[in-house]
């Protein structure tokens, strides 16, 4: 029997080494420390009594023996304003004995709600979570978040007059309508937080009247990202967009700042002008005036997916607007500018399209479309014309007597693909080397998907604007300003790389 003995006293030897690595062998050694993902976990801009949205942070233990957290907590206790889950613990005064194996990782979530604090002005909170290990070693990670009291509207609606001051954020849910016969004024400084959704429908007027220090902005109510590269501001789709329908007259945007919507402006038989804004990063067309009287001029719109600009009939005149598609978000995308005299079969007269010292570009080698009515329907208005600007279209052999009553539209213009379009295409280093599309601007794309569309020295765009629409806007969208002879096409005058903002 003795060597069977043997043998069971082995098994169990091996047993119980089994169970004590089972069990974990931690270290108590000081120097073995945990290693945070993040040392401060920061939230962007947080609305008081809205909750943020969750962060996440890995803890890596990258000791070869496993540590024990013996317990951590919030500084601040009970009053901090952080919520904490800790390995799937959620912490609740002092969360106890959270093992991290060697050569392993935990999970940390982390968010905050900001009480209000009746301040205008963004106030930062912070606190701080503190590990104390088995060891007696102790290490602390910092919470920080900047709590912005908001107005609060649900479905609101103007019914007379009223003006929205720029003295906090309002956070729009449902839509905000301007009823007939009221006007509602967005005083320069006012920003407007769309919940997901959420639309501004005007009915009435509508006067946006920001300034170049204070601008309108029109956004979504997300502040947080989607990565730490990408905040969600810089997205499209977080939020309608507006609507302005055939009863309203007067509408006016002047620097006002909307972006990251699900459409622009759709303004649908009715009136509007647009000085000194930008137009930004939407899912659906930048502008979409349907028979309307629309009047843009200074102005940036850019990144869309449906089509930075579309019209079907109506008057609409652009000065010195650049239009830009290099929407990023699907491979599918319109063009920059698109208009038409007939949708559905049925005539929309287009009783003028004038583009004086514009902009418009884009990815593709060919942006501008226009569709005019055939047939019976041959004699239908379609009055367009462009002067002074930087074209990207695609008009066929110069030589062709067929093109020759597109080229009529186009007097004193520039078209920055031309080349690709002639009879002996360029080699693919020489195609490399023409400036259009993108290389128009400067730093394009530096900033990840924080476009820029300042003109690069070396763009078309430069010196061909004609002077009568020059005399009218004498400084450019940013305040510089703009010679009357010479000047650039676009809503930008070309400044040396040293004067440009950071």
Request: glycine share 6%; hydrophobic share 40%; proline share 3%.
């Given at each position: 029997m003795?060597?069977?003995?043997?043998?069971a006293?082995?098994?169990?030897?091996?047993?119980?080494?089994?169970?004590?690595d089972?069990?974990g062998?931690?270290t108590?050694?000081?120097s073995?420390?945990?290693?945070?993902?993040k040392?401060?976990?920061?939230?962007?801009?947080?609305?008081?009594t809205?909750?943020?949205s969750?962060k996440?942070v890995?803890i890596y233990n990258?000791?070869s023996?496993?540590?024990?957290?013996?317990?951590?907590r919030?500084?601040?206790?009970?009053q901090?304003?952080?919520r904490i889950?800790?390995?799937g613990?959620?912490?609740?005064?002092?969360?106890?004995?959270?093992?991290v194996?060697?050569?392993?990782?935990?999970?940390?979530?982390?968010e905050v709600?900001?009480d209000?604090r009746?301040?205008?002005?963004?106030?930062l909170?912070?606190?701080s979570?503190?590990?104390?290990?088995?060891?007696?070693?102790?290490?602390?990670m910092?919470?920080e978040?900047?709590?912005?009291?908001?107005?609060?509207l649900?479905?609101p609606?103007?019914?007379?007059?009223?003006t929205?001051?720029?003295a906090?954020?309002?956070?729009?849910y449902?839509s905000?309508?301007?009823?007939?016969?009221?006007?509602?004024?967005?005083a320069?400084g006012?920003?407007?937080c769309?919940?997901?959704?959420?639309?501004?429908?005007?009915h009435?007027?509508?006067?946006s009247?920001?300034?170049?220090?204070?601008?309108v902005?029109?956004?979504?109510?997300?502040?947080?990202?989607?990565?730490d590269?990408?905040?969600?501001?810089?997205?499209?789709a977080?939020?309608g967009?507006?609507?302005i329908f055939?009863?309203?007259?007067?509408?006016?945007?002047?620097?006002?700042d909307?972006?990251?919507?699900?459409w622009g402006?759709?303004?649908n038989?009715?009136e509007?002008?647009?000085?000194?804004?930008?137009?930004?990063?939407?899912?659906?067309?930048g502008?979409?005036?349907?028979?309307a009287?629309l009047?843009?001029a200074n102005?940036?719109i850019?990144n869309?997916?449906?089509?930075c600009?579309h019209?079907?009939g109506?008057?609409?005149?652009?000065?010195?607007?650049?239009?830009?598609?290099?929407y990023p978000?699907?491979?599918?995308?319109?063009?920059?500018?698109s208009?038409t005299?007939?949708e559905?079969?049925?005539i929309y007269p287009?009783?003028?399209?004038?583009?004086?010292?514009?902009?418009?570009?884009g990815?593709t080698?060919?942006?501008i479309?226009?569709?005019?009515?055939?047939?019976?329907?041959?004699?239908?208005?379609?009055?367009?014309l462009f002067t002074?600007?930087?074209?990207?279209i695609?008009l066929?052999?110069?030589?062709d007597?067929e093109?020759?009553?597109?080229r009529a539209?186009?007097?004193y213009c520039v078209?920055?693909?031309e080349p690709?379009h002639?009879?002996?295409?360029?080699t693919?280093?020489?195609?490399?080397?023409i400036?259009?599309g993108?290389?128009?601007?400067?730093?394009?794309?530096?900033?990840?998907?924080a476009?820029?569309?300042e003109?690069d020295s070396?763009?078309?765009?430069?010196?061909?604007?004609l002077t009568?629409?020059?005399t009218?806007?004498p400084?450019?969208?940013?305040?510089?300003p703009r010679p009357a002879?010479?000047?650039?096409?676009g809503c930008y005058?070309?400044t040396e790389?040293?004067?440009?903002?950071?």
């Open positions: 003795k060597p069977f003995l043997s043998i006293t082995l098994l169990a030897a091996f047993f119980l080494a089994a169970c004590s089972f069990d062998d931690f108590t050694d000081p073995a420390t945990l290693t945070f993902e040392d401060t976990i920061r939230f962007d801009t947080v609305f008081t809205i909750g943020s969750t996440r890995k990258r000791n023996k496993d540590v024990r957290i013996a317990n951590v919030l500084a601040q206790g009970e901090s304003l952080f889950n800790v390995d613990h959620y912490l609740s005064g002092t969360q106890s004995d959270i093992e194996l060697a050569k392993d990782s935990i999970f940390l979530f982390c709600t900001v209000p009746d301040s205008d002005t963004p106030i909170v912070r606190d979570l503190i590990f104390q290990l088995q060891s007696g070693r102790q290490q602390q910092i919470l978040a900047y709590g912005q009291d908001v107005i609060i649900h479905a609606s103007f019914e007379t007059d009223a929205l001051d720029a906090r954020p309002y956070l729009i449902d905000l309508v301007v009823a007939p016969d009221a006007t509602l004024t967005l320069a006012t920003t407007l769309f919940h997901s959704g959420a639309t501004l429908q005007v009435g007027t509508l006067q009247l920001g300034t170049l220090e204070q601008p902005t029109l956004r979504g109510d997300r502040t947080d990202r989607m990565f590269n990408l905040p969600y501001d810089l997205l499209s977080q939020w967009g507006i609507r055939p009863e309203s007259t007067g509408t006016t945007f002047d620097y006002t909307l972006h990251a919507a699900t402006i759709h303004i038989e009715a509007c002008t647009i000085l000194n804004s930008v137009i930004h990063n939407v899912d659906g067309y502008i979409e005036a349907r028979n009287l009047y843009v102005s940036q850019s869309a997916q449906s089509g600009v019209l079907v109506g008057a609409t005149q652009m000065v010195h607007t650049t239009i830009a598609q290099f978000w699907n491979a599918w995308y319109g063009k920059a500018l208009f005299n007939i559905n079969d049925t287009l009783q003028q399209a004038d583009f004086r010292n514009c902009l418009i570009t990815m080698k060919d942006e479309q226009g569709t005019k009515a055939e047939g019976d329907n041959l004699d239908a208005a379609f009055n367009v002074g600007c930087l074209v990207n695609d066929g052999d110069a030589n007597p093109t020759a009553e597109s539209l186009f007097q078209n920055e693909t690709f002639q009879k002996h295409k360029p693919e280093k020489e195609a490399n080397d400036v259009w993108r290389k128009n601007f400067y730093r394009f794309g530096a900033t990840g998907y476009y820029t569309f003109l070396l763009s078309q765009a430069r010196g061909i604007g009568p629409a020059a009218a806007y400084t450019d969208r940013l305040g510089r002879t010479n000047s650039d096409a005058q070309y790389p040293e004067n440009h903002d950071n």
